[in-house]
Every structure is written in C-alpha cells, then in structure tokens.
C-alpha cells in the first residue's frame, strides 16, 4: 500500500518456495486479490511450489497453516538458475521429482535410477524434470482446490515429512529431506500392510539414497512427530488421511490405520 499498488498492478517473485509462497499469498489477500508472477530459482520451487496455486505462510511453526488457492499468471522457470545453487538444495528438489514418479510413473523412477551424473544439466536431464513437472502440472489441473482426490496424492511423503520439519523448528532439514524420509515411511508403511512388495520397497529407498536424500531415522522424536501431525490438513474427523503405494507408480488414500500399525512400522525403520 505504501507503493500505491493498485488491482491492476502485478506483483512478481524472484527466487526459492519462500518467496514464492509469500508473493502468492500477498497477491491472494491484496485487495482481494491481484495478479502475481514466479520465477523460481530453486529446483525445488521449480518442481513443486510454483505449480498448482497454493500459497501459504506457517504459523507457530506448523507448515502451510495460513494460506490461500490463487494461480500465479505466469511461471518461468530458468534451468541456469540453478548453476549457483548448493548441492544439498539441487538434492532437496529432486525429492520433490521422484515423488511424482513414484505416485505415477514407474517408468520415469528406471530413467532416474539410470542417470549418470544427476549434477551435470544435459538434455536427458531436462527431459527427465520436465517429464516430472508435467505429471505434477496434469494432476492440479483437474483438481485445482483439492476437491476430487487426485491432488491428494501429492502429499505422499509429506503428512510425516511436514511433522519432521516442524519438531525440528524448520532448521535441520531441508523440505526435500524432510519429504524423502516421510516417503520412507509410507513405503514402509505401504509394505508393512503387505500392500508394496519388497523389491519396491528396496528400490523406494535405492533412489533416494542415489540422489544423497536421507533415508535414516537417527534422532527423530517420533511422539512430537504424531503430535503434530494431528494438525495436518489432510486429518478429517480425527483421522489420517495417509498416502501409499500399491507399487511404483501407484498410489492410492487409506485412512484406517491404526496406531499399533504405526508404531511396529515406526520400530522396524
């Protein structure tokens, strides 16, 4: 307001999720809402929080609790971007790339299994991220609000993962670490049911540990973990609305799984 920024006026954020998820929610709430564009510098930002229109802040250090639906107009994405970016950060987005390939696709989970050097930016790479983000782009297209289920799928990997981030004050691990062990643990999860077969479950972990995600439960604090995930978006009437795989590339919701389940997965990680 101090700018005198009006209803026609475009607000545009340059940089990783944060930015992008604070310029989203400044352009949702202005004034009701003005048009806003990204331009995400993080691979992260560029495989996940700039597709699909939600925009949140946390609160109280619990992920996304404030936040709005509002599509940004535009979304550029510049591959060169990425050239400064730390290696832990260049890892923590591809979490975010092999999680649509295991809700999805198992065929793009065998080309990223069979990358040489995923550091090195070369055409099978860049087909490889956009193959990737088309599958994230697909879904919320038909399920802008998360209303007919499809855009739940998403959130594989994050009902723990958003949990870890929290317990751990939103310092120890980047948000892709924090999703590929909550990953971990739906697969787990998804075997201990004997829904996920063991040779899934085997490469589930296999492709993480290839991309220097974390795949080790060393020093989580498994109760303030469930506390927290009471607050999750996806819990309705009191329960879990987990997501798992039925195989690579498969993935459904199940909400009926009780604590006991929980807790013999959590002991045999």
Same mark, same amino acid.
């Given at each position: 307001?101090?700018e005198?920024?009006?209803?026609d006026?475009? $607000? #545009?954020g +340059?940089?990783?999720?944060? !930015?992008?998820?604070? =310029?989203?929610? *400044?352009?949702a709430t202005?004034?009701?809402?003005?048009?806003f564009v990204?331009?995400p510098?993080?691979?992260?930002?560029?495989?996940?929080?700039s597709?699909?229109?939600?925009?949140?802040i946390?609160?109280n250090?619990?992920?996304?609790?404030?936040?709005?639906f509002?599509?940004p107009?535009l979304?550029?994405?510049?591959?060169?971007?990425?050239?400064?970016?730390p290696?832990?950060?260049?890892n923590?987005?591809w979490?975010?790339?092999?999680?649509?390939?295991?809700?999805?696709?198992?065929?793009l989970?065998d080309?990223m299994?069979?990358i040489?050097?995923?550091?090195?930016?070369?055409?099978e $790479? #860049?087909? +490889?991220?956009?193959?990737? !983000?088309?599958?994230? =782009?697909?879904? *919320?297209?038909?399920?802008e609000?998360?209303?007919?289920?499809?855009r739940i799928?998403?959130?594989?990997?994050?009902?723990l993962g958003?949990?870890?981030?929290?317990?751990?004050?939103?310092?120890?691990?980047t948000?892709?670490?924090a999703?590929s062990?909550?990953?971990?643990f739906?697969?787990k999860?998804?075997n201990?049911?004997?829904?996920?077969?063991d040779n899934?479950?085997?490469f589930?972990?296999?492709?993480?540990?290839?991309f220097?995600?974390?795949?080790?439960?060393k020093d989580?604090?498994?109760?303030?973990?469930?506390?927290?995930i009471?607050?999750?978006?996806?819990v309705?009437d009191?329960k #879990?609305?987990?997501v798992l795989?039925?195989?690579l590339?498969?993935?459904?919701?199940k909400?009926?799984?009780?604590e006991?389940?929980?807790?013999?997965?959590?002991?045999?990680?």
């Amino acid at each position: 307001s101090s700018e005198q920024a009006d209803r026609d006026d475009i $607000l #545009i954020g +340059i940089g990783g999720g944060m !930015i992008g998820d604070i =310029a989203g929610y *400044v352009a949702a709430t202005y004034m009701r809402g003005i048009k806003f564009v990204l331009i995400p510098t993080t691979l992260l930002s560029m495989s996940d929080s700039s597709i699909g229109g939600k925009t949140a802040i946390d609160v109280n250090n619990i992920k996304n609790l404030v936040g709005s639906f509002h599509n940004p107009s535009l979304v550029l994405s510049d591959l060169r971007s990425l050239d400064t970016l730390p290696q832990r950060q260049i890892n923590s987005g591809w979490a975010e790339l092999i999680k649509h390939g295991f809700i999805k696709d198992r065929k793009l989970l065998d080309q990223m299994i069979n990358i040489k050097d995923f550091n090195y930016l070369n055409e099978e $790479l #860049i087909s +490889i991220i956009k193959k990737s !983000i088309k599958i994230k =782009a697909d879904i *919320v297209s038909v399920d802008e609000n998360e209303k007919y289920g499809q855009r739940i799928l998403l959130n594989y990997g994050h009902t723990l993962g958003h949990a870890i981030e929290a317990s751990t004050n939103l310092n120890k691990y980047t948000h892709g670490e924090a999703v590929s062990l909550g990953m971990v643990f739906a697969a787990k999860l998804s075997n201990k049911l004997k829904i996920l077969s063991d040779n899934d479950y085997n490469f589930h972990v296999q492709i993480l540990n290839k991309f220097n995600l974390p795949t080790d439960f060393k020093d989580i604090n498994w109760e303030n973990c469930f506390d927290l995930i009471k607050n999750d978006k996806k819990v309705k009437d009191g329960k #879990i609305n987990w997501v798992l795989l039925k195989s690579l590339g498969t993935s459904f919701t199940k909400n009926d799984i009780s604590e006991d389940i929980l807790m013999e997965t959590v002991r045999e990680l």
